[in-house]
């Protein structure tokens, strides 16, 4: 499997109850790089943008203030077959679904306060990457 590239959001709920050094290592365990990182609270425009294909959703004025109401630890993680095998780490959507041993069936509960954003695809991994950070970021 091809080595990628996938942006992960440690999102304001994680900082918040400071388990963004938790939700870190256990990227790192796992084997995974760092190639970005950085603290930063998300503007409207940045969090509109990031949820753009979530825009005609019920949920979506109620997800633009989450992700905006604090600071988000912003991460590119880089490892073979990184953008699904974060997403299975990550967990399911729904806290209340996602089995034990994922970030989310550990340590979250319900929605929209899931803890932690994976890319979904390579096409969305691209995307939200040039999104969240400029090209002279990425070492
Ligand atoms: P993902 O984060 O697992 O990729 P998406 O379906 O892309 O899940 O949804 C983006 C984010 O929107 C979720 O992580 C969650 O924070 C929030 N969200 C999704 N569905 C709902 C909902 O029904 N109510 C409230 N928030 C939701
Ligand atoms: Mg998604």
């Given at each position: 499997m091809a080595t990628e590239r996938t942006l992960i959001l440690i999102k304001p709920d994680a900082v918040r109850r400071r388990l963004a050094g938790e939700i870190l290592g256990r990227i790192e365990a796992r084997g995974f790089d760092l190639r970005a990182g950085k603290l930063l609270t998300a503007s409207r425009d940045l969090g509109e943008r990031h949820y753009a294909e979530h825009a005609?959703?019920?949920?979506f004025g109620e997800l633009v203030a989450f992700i905006t109401s604090g600071p988000t630890l912003a991460l590119v993680v880089e490892g073979e077959g990184a953008i699904a095998t974060m997403r299975r780490t990550i967990g399911a959507t729904n806290p209340a679904d996602a089995d034990a041993g994922t970030i989310r069936g550990d340590l979250a509960m319900s929605?929209?306060?899931?803890?932690v954003h994976g890319s979904d695809s390579p096409a969305s991994a691209e995307r939200e990457i040039a999104l969240w950070f400029s090209t002279d970021e990425l070492v």
């Amino acid at each position: 499997m091809a080595t990628e590239r996938t942006l992960i959001l440690i999102k304001p709920d994680a900082v918040r109850r400071r388990l963004a050094g938790e939700i870190l290592g256990r990227i790192e365990a796992r084997g995974f790089d760092l190639r970005a990182g950085k603290l930063l609270t998300a503007s409207r425009d940045l969090g509109e943008r990031h949820y753009a294909e979530h825009a005609e959703k019920p949920f979506f004025g109620e997800l633009v203030a989450f992700i905006t109401s604090g600071p988000t630890l912003a991460l590119v993680v880089e490892g073979e077959g990184a953008i699904a095998t974060m997403r299975r780490t990550i967990g399911a959507t729904n806290p209340a679904d996602a089995d034990a041993g994922t970030i989310r069936g550990d340590l979250a509960m319900s929605m929209p306060d899931n803890l932690v954003h994976g890319s979904d695809s390579p096409a969305s991994a691209e995307r939200e990457i040039a999104l969240w950070f400029s090209t002279d970021e990425l070492v």
